[in-house]
């Protein structure tokens, strides 16, 4: 979009005016785009990291898991073995 809406006036105004033309109140300008951007990298960052987590914690469960089922096996076995 092109532009802003200033918040005094109301009045459509240039994206980076730090002055509004209609009613000369000082506004802080361009910072908004720059903030939320970098909270976007941020946000990135944390999925990445996030994703990173959740499969290295989904590794480790399959593991785990595929261990347990295994020793599972062997326990169900060798009760089947000792009750016969
Ligand atoms: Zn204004």
Known sequence: MFGKICPY??????KDALICRYCHK???APQDGNCSSSLWVLAG???LFLGAATALG????NERR???AD???VAFHEDTDSNQ
Do not use: A, N
């Open 45 to 47: 960052f944390m999925g």
């Open 9 to 14: 006036c109301k009045e459509r105004i240039k």
């Open 26 to 28: 000082e506004l802080d």
């Open 71 to 73: 020793t599972e096996e």
């Open 66 to 68: 595929r261990w347990e």
């Open 58 to 61: 989904f590794g480790y469960l």
